[in-house]
């Protein structure tokens, strides 16, 4: 980065937390056992030792045999929880059956269609043993992996489970990537087995997965069995010897199934994260860090507690689910609503009607479906008792602050505070964050979480407030991973070399002088206007906090004389209409709220935006079709349709 960021978006609104919501907190209670008085003691305390406060939380959960050392860090590889023997299917399941949570729901599934089925923390510990026997059957050892490639169905979280109590390692690739993702994935880590569905459905129709799959069998040479779960009921070619149906091998297996007395730092999971170029990364987790990283961010963040209905929103294939869909729920012993289709279909009102109906407290969603709400408008959260939510959350990008007013409003009946949580598929568990107990502006993702001490540093990596810089982790954390899987040099080259020793996450970000850490996107779409340096998350935002605007994405487009001028584009709420005196009112209100260098040159009204299938903005996409190049892959967006859109509206 040849310059600091320059800052433009200031958001002054605060709000605090609720003394009631504080007195119930799990936050607060554990500070109360651990005479901690006030949140500044507990950073205090936890920053200066922090093997002290991750050894506290270990401790809540259950080991085969004791660890010897909390952390051996030799940067950038990091051990924890040194000669301990864990599993975390052990921490997640089989000791809540020994409890009353047995026959507490674990999840409550809602498909497509709307049928509803739960699973028990005993029926889903039974299910599990029952694969892992069957694995077991078909050859899969400890250190085998796995290819998962399974809709939004409870089989998913059960193959997951099942292979991580064998101590096989699962890599899930998401049900809406095309199979040659799931090829280039089961190829890279060679997985032995693939388990996956004839189909699911997405608004209204069947979607072929098993069908898809086998367009590359041939070209996955490592897969010697395919386990098939039926779904959807439709018609699908079995090849004699290597495909077999999941019921029909999970009803020869006994429920019983030992768990695998594991390494603490045993791998878990390889779930690959693509980046904005070249080939995916292998991102490597290990069971016991990552257990107990995700577990005390669930408890501390989203507060779980018995009597929560916790939703959690994503898709089992990315990061967000795996963590929070997955294993912190379990391994707190909470219930869990998991949802098979989309925010608007049938209509825009189905989130929140499965709020009400199922009486969900707890909603961590992404910026990407507030948006979505906000352009729908209010009447449709209007319509549903949603007053059963008591904390609400957000992940994957930045919320613009309207977006985030709107959602606390809307959802929140403006009294639910906001956890803004920013982490990534390589951190694996929250790092900045909000707890329930502190202060909250809107856009901002609060502080490090206990222990972690994070940075916005300048190219030389002098710490910077107020300007916006390259966003670091100077401290290891337990669910940190521990390598890309088959690429040890790049993980080192990727993560650890520009500030050796040092996290290198590859977003900008700024920190106010009250230490406050705001996220502006991702280092390559920092744009560059008349020597600015520029986020487009910020200008993203200004427009947003326009009354017709629900959604925008914003991108650099060449200009001889600036370096960059701003394109943006801008998706409209439903009741508005686009006009060119509108455009000028967007580029006057952008002008006023953070600059005029900041005002758009460009403006284009579209009714939908490139996005990865993980609901961010390819904002690469859009700079090629603004430059008139060619867009390149666009094998991970989830909606080509958009780039047709962008065309017209250039
Ligand atoms: C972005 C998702 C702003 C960021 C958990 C990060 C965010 C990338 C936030 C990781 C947030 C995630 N505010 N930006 N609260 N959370 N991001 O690996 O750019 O899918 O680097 O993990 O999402 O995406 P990933």
Request: hydrophobic fraction near 40%; proline fraction near 5%.
């Amino acid at each position: 980065m040849s310059k600091n960021l320059d800052t433009l978006l200031k958001e002054e609104r605060k709000f605090e937390a609720d003394p009631e919501m504080i007195a119930q907190s799990n936050i607060k209670q554990w500070m109360d056992s651990h005479n901690i008085k006030n949140y500044e003691e507990l950073i205090e305390k936890s920053n200066e030792d922090l093997e002290w406060f991750w050894n506290e939380m270990a401790q809540e959960l259950e080991w085969f045999e004791p660890y010897n050392q909390v952390l051996d860090w030799k940067p950038p590889h990091a051990q924890w929880f040194v000669d301990g023997k864990f599993n975390i299917v052990h921490n997640a399941l089989d000791r809540h059956i020994k409890t009353s949570r047995k026959n507490k729901v674990a999840y409550i599934w809602e498909s497509e269609a709307g049928e509803v089925k739960k699973l028990t923390y005993f029926e889903l510990y039974r299910e599990v043993n029952r694969l892992a026997n069957a694995l077991k059957k078909m050859g899969v050892k400890k250190g085998d992996r796995v290819g998962i490639y399974l809709p939004m169905i409870l089989e998913l979280p059960i193959a997951m489970l099942a292979c991580a109590k064998i101590g096989a390692i699962h890599s899930v690739v998401f049900s809406g990537f095309w199979a040659k993702a799931f090829q280039e994935r089961a190829n890279d880590a060679k997985a032995k087995v693939a388990i996956t569905a004839d189909g699911f459905h997405r608004r209204g129709k069947d979607i072929k997965l098993k069908d898809t799959l086998d367009m590359v069998m041939d070209d996955i040479p490592s897969i010697e069995k395919v386990i098939v779960v039926q779904n959807t009921g439709s018609n699908v070619g079995m090849k004699e010897g290597r495909d077999v149906f999941w019921d029909e091998i999970l009803k020869k297996e006994s429920a019983k199934c030992e768990t695998e007395q594991l390494d603490s730092e045993d791998p878990l999971f390889i779930l690959y994260t693509s980046g904005t170029t070249g080939k995916p990364k292998g991102v490597l987790h290990t069971h016991a860090g990552y257990a107990v990283g995700t577990y005390t961010t669930l408890k501390f963040v989203f507060d779980i507690k018995d009597s929560d209905i916790w939703w959690c929103a994503a898709d089992v294939g990315w990061i967000t689910g795996h963590s929070y869909i997955v294993y912190a729920p379990l391994l707190m012993g909470a219930t869990s609503l998991m949802f098979e289709g989309t925010p608007d279909y049938p209509d825009p009102g189905r989130f929140w009607k499965m709020i009400g109906d199922y009486g969900v407290s707890i909603f961590y969603t992404a910026p990407t479906t507030v948006r979505l709400f906000m352009k729908y408008g209010e009447k449709w959260p209007q319509k549903y008792d949603l007053n059963t939510l008591r904390l609400l959350g957000s992940v994957g990008e930045p919320i613009n602050p309207e977006a985030w007013i709107w959602y606390h409003k809307n959802a929140g009946n403006r009294k639910c505070p906001i956890m803004d949580t920013w982490w990534q598929t390589e951190t694996g568990m929250h790092i900045i964050t909000p707890l329930p107990i502190t202060e909250l502006k809107p856009g901002s993702t609060f502080k490090p979480f206990p222990t972690i001490q994070a940075d916005i540093v300048d190219d030389d990596g002098n710490s910077l407030t107020e300007s916006g810089g390259h966003l670091v982790l100077k401290t290891p954390w337990p669910a940190m991973f521990r390598t890309l899987y088959g690429d040890p040099d790049r993980y080192v080259e990727a993560y650890w070399s520009k500030f050796p020793g040092i996290y290198l996450s590859g977003d900008v970000a700024r920190k106010d002088k009250n230490g406050y850490f705001w996220i502006q996107g991702r280092e390559d779409d920092v744009l560059n206007v008349a020597g600015h340096r520029i986020s487009t998350a910020e200008v993203e935002s200004a427009l947003v906090s326009h009354p017709a605007v629900a959604e925008s994405a914003v991108v650099g487009k060449p200009d001889i004389l600036k370096g960059e001028e701003i394109a943006a584009f801008v998706i409209l709420k439903q009741e508005f209409e686009a006009s060119p005196q509108l455009k000028n009112q967007l580029r006057e209100h952008v002008r006023e709220s953070i600059g005029p260098i900041a005002s758009p040159a460009f403006i284009g009204f579209v009714d939908d935006l490139p996005k990865t299938r993980s609901g961010k903005i390819m904002r690469r996409v859009i700079k090629a079709k603004v430059k008139e190049e060619d867009v390149g892959d666009i094998s991970t967006l989830a909606n080509p349709e958009s780039v047709d859109g962008l065309d017209r509206a250039l």
